[in-house]
């Protein structure tokens, strides 16, 4: 397990901290694998009723690292722009992994809470919010679309036209844009966060485990995710060898705005 990924177990709670708080816990290969790795042990440990998923420090997490982004040729080769569907793949298996987890999971956001880190509460299955946590789906702001479960699973939260508002123009919102919306079911007071998210995992634990669990999958097997994250694949594969893209990313960097050319 690395560093960036704390697990521990309470009783019948077992919690997945985020821990690289001196970067606001921005997530590199490192620290999302380190997550795959928390999902399995998780899996594989007897007697949980539930799944907390934290940030440690000032954020749950201000999403992906960008210069992990920029640094996809050292990952991958230096042919990455030919690989993006496999590469799209293993960054949606894990949040997948997490989606498919038997265990109820439940997300305690707080701070910043911005694009892939949104796509791994999304992928979970309920999120508490401190009050004053600023959320959004920035990627278009970047040249490329939430391709990790967040366009799909945006989607199926809160409807087509919502999420196109929100993905189309990559806006930050706010607790109570995000509770009115369903994105979140209840925003608390930042010192109440975890306690909030043991209360509920401890309702959680009255019922019984089998009819939780089976209850998630029938309610996850209404809606077509696999698809939709096919349709994710196959867009970003197009827009990260787009100019637009390249564009994105340095401007992002350099701290200017972009320059947009449509190609």
Request: hydrophobic share 45%; net charge negative.
């Amino acid at each position: 397990m690395t560093d960036l990924v704390r697990t521990e177990q309470r009783g019948p709670i077992f919690e997945i901290v985020l821990n690289r708080p001196d970067k606001r816990n921005a997530i590199n290969m490192e620290l999302f694998r380190g997550v795959d790795t928390a999902v399995f042990q998780a899996n594989k440990t007897p007697n949980l009723r539930a799944v907390l998923i934290r940030g440690e420090g000032k954020a749950f997490s201000a999403g992906i690292d960008v210069s992990a982004l920029l640094g996809l040729a050292q990952e991958y080769g230096p042919h990455w722009q030919t690989r993006m569907r496999s590469i799209t793949d293993e960054f949606q298996g894990i949040l997948t992994r997490l989606e498919r987890l038997e265990l109820p999971t439940i997300a305690l956001l707080h701070g910043h809470c911005l694009g892939l880190a949104l796509e791994l509460a999304l992928a979970c299955d309920i999120r508490i919010a401190a009050e004053g946590t600023l959320l959004g789906l920035p990627e278009t702001r970047l040249g490329f679309i939430p391709d990790v479960g967040g366009t799909t699973r945006l989607t199926r939260l809160v409807g087509p036209a919502r999420a196109k508002e929100l993905i189309f123009t990559g806006r930050q919102f706010d607790t109570t844009y995000a509770e009115r919306s369903g994105i979140v079911n209840a925003v608390v007071p930042a010192d109440e966060l975890l306690a909030k998210g043991e209360e509920l995992a401890a309702e959680i634990s009255l019922a019984a485990p089998l009819a939780v669990g089976m209850a998630k999958r029938v309610i996850d097997g209404l809606a077509d995710v696999d698809r939709g994250l096919q349709l994710e694949g196959w867009a970003q594969s197009q827009l990260f060898n787009s100019e637009d893209f390249m564009e994105g990313a340095q401007s992002f960097m350099m701290k200017r705005p972009p320059q947009w050319k449509g190609k």
